[in-house]
Each structure stands twice: as C-alpha cells, then as structure tokens.
C-alpha cells in the first residue's frame, strides 16, 4: 500500500481518545470483556478507528472466549501488517493497520479452520460499518 498516512503524536492526540491514543498509537491493550465488539453480532465490515481502512467482515468473526473480538482472517493480505513483537518476555505477531499502522492486536495460531488463525483485536481500534451503510459509499 502505497497510501500510508504519516501524522505526529501530537495530530493523533488531537483526533483520537485518550484510549484510542494508548492502544493504536502506544500498542497498549485494552480490558479483556470490556471492549464494545467483543460480543457484538452485526453483519457489515470493521474498519481502523484511526484511518477507516477496512480490515475485517464480520463473517470471519468468531467467539474466542477470549474477551476480545477475534477474526479467523483480514479482509485481504493487503488490510493489515504483521510483525515480530518481542514486548512482555514473549514472541508474538502484532498486527497492524497496514494504512496508518494503528495497533489493532496480535494473531495466534489457535483459531479455527479455514485458517486456524485468531486475529485478537482491541475492540478500540475498531469502528464497525453496517451492511446497510456500506451502499452509501
């Protein structure tokens, strides 16, 4: 994607919460259970908080019991990046917006078929378009 946005903390600040700020800006996490997607069930397609890159359809949208929404794939390989996050004495894959890279979460290899992957997202990097919306685009 050739079409990153580059913006200063500082212009972050300004558009975002102060939680949005932490996890998407600071990778910071949010509670598990308290985010509004986790056991949201509409039908449309997630999109960045920060940028409105469309990331996730709702088909792909599993209950992981995890406390966090959870996707067994992105919309497209193009949506997000994945890279190695070696924070909190672990190995992991963090993913990130790949328009803004906005910290959306981190992938896990314990999701069900057809991927077998768990795309663990912080329900505050998410905005969520309708079904119903998306024919006003």
Known sequence: MTDKIEKSDDEWR????????????EAGTERPFGGQYNDFKGV?????????????????????GTGWP???APLSKEAVELREDGAMF????????????AHLGHVFPDGPSPTYQRFCMNSVSLDFQGKEDSSKE
């Open 90 to 101: 672990m190995k992991r894959t963090e993913v990130v917006c790949s328009k803004c890279d």
């Open 14 to 25: 300004a558009e975002l919460t102060p939680e949005q700020f932490h996890v998407c800006r």
């Open 44 to 64: 449309g397609t997630f999109t960045c908080s920060c940028c409105a890159n469309r990331l996730f359809d709702s088909e792909t949208k599993f209950d992981s």
């Open 70 to 72: 959870s996707f067994f």
